[in-house]
């Protein structure tokens, strides 16, 4: 579930940043660059720099990517969430468009109304033993309050564009952003503690092993009676090798949830595609 929401990720953030997709089929895409994003992923800093001082014309690379596990062996780019690559695209988004403004391109010649939603991308990173990463694209619309997760791949019929169309305008939203954020905050916070959280206590208990067998290493170092100025200095410095690997031991093992928006924005969109949007929801 979670490689084919990469993989649809992965579509949608070629398309945006008007790359070429060549092959796309289970779980194997091949793109096209353009020159920002071969610039941006694929780590060729002085074959760019000399194409510039030269005012040539680069050659951008043809990349492929494998999101299906029972292929990752083949010719490409094994891809997941905790992939460089992956990173690399999380922070192209929040440097480009963390924010934006989107109408839908409704074709018409009398006054059209759009509904304002507030849509919200973001990773739930899970870290302790074992670390997981879940994407979470979260649309709120903001006269009624119905929410409805994974926004964006809904988005993919629809055509949006920065501009608002002739004859349309904005409702204003009843729901304030605060508020909007807050609903969406407790949907995440409501998810989460429904999963399985037992990794979380595996963790604390494999921390806390991992503390006593620290401690029994260092016992007779840190416990010693010995007033001898030599000895005060070993047992000083001992102590602080024992903080500063038990320091290491909790950020290793401790158990935590993170969440972290990818970006966010304003969508408008009639009052037919939202009714149907909703519907839909319902209906799954």
């Known amino acids: ?14 398309t945006a940043n008007e790359c ?16 920002e994003q071969d610039e941006v992923l694929m780590n060729r800093p002085f074959y760019w720099n000399y194409v510039k001082r030269v005012n040539g014309r680069g050659i951008p690379m043809q990349v492929t990517f494998i999101t299906n596990p029972n292929r990752r062996e083949e010719k490409g780019e094994w891809l997941h969430f905790g992939s460089p690559r992956v990173h690399q695209m999380f922070q192209m988004l929040r440097k480009k468009g963390q924010l934006t403004r989107q109408y839908e391109q409704v074709e018409t010649n009398q006054q059209t109304s ?28 903001l006269i009624n309050g119905s929410m409805i997760p994974h926004f964006m791949d809904r988005l993919g019929s629809i055509s949006l564009s920065p501009k608002i169309p002739d004859y349309c305008f904005t409702l204003t939203p009843i729901i304030k952003l605060p508020s909007a954020l807050k609903r969406i905050e407790a949907y995440i ?9 037992s990794w979380g206590e595996d963790a604390l208990r494999l921390l806390e092993e991992e ?9 007779n170092d840190v416990q010693s ?3 001898e100025e030599e000895a005060v200095e070993q047992k000083a410095e001992a102590l602080e090798r024992l903080e500063r690997e038990q320091s290491a031991l909790q950020k290793r093992y401790e158990p935590k949830i993170e969440l972290d928006v990818i970006n966010a924005g304003m969508i408008y969109i009639s009052q037919s595609t939202s009714s149907k949007l909703i519907k839909d929801h319902l209906n799954n």
């Not at 304002?116 to 979470?136: D, M």
């Not at 916070?189 to 959280?197: A, C, E, F, I, R």
Request: charged letters at 25%; proline letters at 1%; zero cysteines.
């Open 114 to 141: 759009l509904t304002p939603w507030l849509i919200l991308n973001a990773s739930i990173n899970y870290k302790g033993t074992q670390k997981r990463q879940e994407i979470v694209s979260l649309g709120l619309q």
């Open 189 to 197: 916070h409501g998810n989460v503690t429904k999963q399985d959280l």
């Open 211 to 219: 503390k006593q067998l620290l401690e029994h290493f260092y016992k």
């Open 225 to 227: 009676e010995d007033d």
């Open 20 to 35: 070429s997709i060549l092959e796309d089929r289970d779980g194997v895409m091949k793109v096209q660059l353009t020159e």
């Open 1 to 14: 579930m979670e490689q084919q929401a990469l993989h649809n990720f992965l579509h949608r953030y070629f």
